[in-house]
């Protein structure tokens, strides 16, 4: 299995960026997907999961109606729309493969190597 991110950089506040995430070794269209993020000092946390269909999306509070998770089973990506940015965007953002997504617990098993991610003000 491998994921890698990609599209990350410097941007200003208000600002667009779109992540990408590129899968190998494994089927695609049979797991969920899910970006998380770290923050300098903080634990790295959910940003957004799509099921396998990409009919089911969820977001963590702060970022609905800013971001979009999106994902190409044909062409083995997985995407991460980020509009309106903010200072507080800024983080290292990585993609994951879910094991396990029940209610609001999701267990990634594969991470990315990451892509960082700075807003300015």
């Known amino acids: 299995v491998q994921l890698a991110e990609s599209g990350g950089g410097l941007v200003q506040a208000g600002g667009s960026l779109r992540l990408s995430c590129a899968a190998s070794?494994?089927?695609?269209?049979?797991?969920?997907m899910a970006w998380f993020r770290q923050a300098p000092g903080k634990e790295r946390g959910l940003v957004a999961a799509i099921t396998g269909s990409g009919l089911i999306k969820t977001y963590t509070d702060s970022v609905k109606g800013r971001f979009t998770i999106s994902r190409d089973n044909g062409k083995n990506t997985v995407y991460l729309q980020m509009n309106s940015l903010k200072f507080e965007d800024t983080a290292v953002y990585y993609c994951a493969r879910l094991e396990k997504w029940e209610s609001n617990t999701v267990e990634p098993g594969y991470w990315g190597q990451g892509t960082q991610v700075t807003v300015s003000s």
């Open positions: 070794g494994f089927t695609l269209s049979s797991y969920a």
